[in-house]
């Protein structure tokens, strides 16, 4: 699972991150995107690198058979903060992720869930 601004900087070749967008299209990686999600990587991608790159990648991305189309059924609202950052943990939950790959600070506020989760349940 990539936020956005992971998805951005795992597009350019020169960039260091570029090795996971690499592995999506190698099918070393699974990634697990909602229609939202998805969206939100239209709308974002276009404003660093052009419409056309955006599209090509999108229509791309989305017919690998390692990225997998999750269809959150349920608003888990973990993060107040920033209420946009919910659909990333909404899809990694609902897809299995085994990790939700993010620079947000606003994810850090997972950390004190997590806790109180492990804490209340196991």
């Given amino acids: 699972m990539l936020d956005t601004n992971v998805f951005l ?10 090795w996971i967008f690499q592995a999506i299209l190698n099918d070393q990686l699974d ?7 998805l969206f939100e990587y239209q709308e974002i991608v276009p ?10 990648t999108l ?4 017919f690998l058979p390692n990225v997998h189309l999750i269809t959150p059924f349920f608003k888990y609202l973990l993060i107040p903060a920033d209420p946009s950052d919910n659909k990333f943990i ?6 299995g992720a085994d990790f939700l790959v993010s620079n947000d600070r606003h994810f850090q506020q997972l950390k004190s ?7 209340g349940y196991l």
Avoid: N
């Avoid at 404003?47 to 090509?56: A, C, I, K, P």
């Avoid at 229509?59 to 989305?62: E, T």
């Fill in 90 to 95: 909404e899809c990694a939950l609902m897809g």
């Fill in 9 to 18: 900087v795992s597009l350019p070749s020169q960039h260091e991150y570029h």
């Fill in 113 to 119: 869930w997590i806790s109180s989760f492990k804490r």
């Fill in 31 to 37: 990634l697990c995107v909602s229609t939202e999600i």
């Fill in 47 to 56: 404003q660093r690198y052009g419409l056309q790159e955006t599209d090509s």
């Fill in 59 to 62: 229509d791309f991305l989305v």
